[in-house]
């Protein structure tokens, strides 16, 4: 069972998201609130699989309160997907780097929040390939590359190829196809490069290879 907290600053909007979460058979709404601090204490507080979380909200906007729930360095993350009638690139970047697993508008079917929250309930990241690599292509100059030289990774190298295919916003059908090998073979390498690299989702890969300098 996904466990959803549902925040919304408005009234309509929640309850209605609510009610279709609830009407699934592998869904059930952990809870609702209207504003981000009260967003953060009950996710704290509840433990929810998923948080589905508006950005703008009083007092601490969703974007802010994603980043106090999965932004870099929280201890135990939890996973976010953030819904807005606001398709602004600036907000879809400003999300996912605050550590959103996720990005959908409010007005899409209802199927496509339920394929959002399923998906990632499951740890992988709610974005199109094609998206990944428009979103950080306009963005990539924000991300400033570390200290780390690339070679210092401790990938292998055919990971490392794996991962800049990822960055470069190919699907695993793609890159399955681009490196000639199977569909599940490219999985177990996503699933090799999440874990070495301690990453949470691809978005979180394609960011980590930006600022390693393996991409540009």
């Not at 996720?102 to 974005?127: C, N, Q, S």
């Not at 998206?131 to 570390?146: C, D, K, M």
């Given at each position: 069972m996904i466990r959803v907290l549902v925040c919304d600053d408005q009234p309509l909007i929640r309850t209605g998201f609510a009610t279709i979460i609830d009407a699934q058979p592998d869904m059930a709404v952990a809870g609702e609130c209207g504003d981000g601090h009260t967003a953060v204490a009950l996710a704290h507080d509840l433990s929810p699989d998923v948080v589905v979380m508006d950005v703008r909200m009083p007092g601490l906007n969703g974007i802010e309160a994603t980043a106090r729930l999965a932004g870099a360095g929280v201890p135990h993350p939890i996973k976010v997907l953030v819904v807005t009638t606001f398709n602004l690139d600036e907000y879809v970047y400003e999300s996912l780097?605050?550590?959103?697993?996720?990005?959908?508008?409010?007005?899409?079917?209802?199927?496509?929040?339920?394929?959002?929250?399923?998906?990632?309930?499951?740890?992988?990241?709610?974005?199109?390939?094609?998206?990944?690599?428009?979103?950080?292509?306009?963005?990539?100059?924000?991300?400033?590359?570390?200290?780390?030289?690339?070679?210092?990774?401790?990938?292998?190298?055919?990971?490392?190829?794996v991962l800049r295919l990822i960055a470069n916003g190919l699907s695993n059908t793609e890159i399955a196809a681009t490196l000639v090998i199977s569909h599940e073979t490219v999985k177990t390498y996503v699933s090799r490069i999440l874990t070495k690299l301690d990453l949470r989702d691809r978005v979180q890969a394609v960011v980590y290879a930006y600022r390693n300098g393996l991409v540009s």
């Open positions: 780097r605050a550590g959103a697993s996720g990005f959908l508008l409010k007005d899409a079917p209802p199927a496509h929040l339920l394929h959002g929250i399923r998906t990632v309930a499951t740890g992988a990241a709610l974005l199109a390939p094609e998206v990944t690599r428009q979103l950080v292509g306009r963005y990539a100059s924000r991300i400033l590359p570390s200290q780390r030289a690339a070679g210092d990774t401790p990938l292998s190298a055919r990971e490392l190829e």
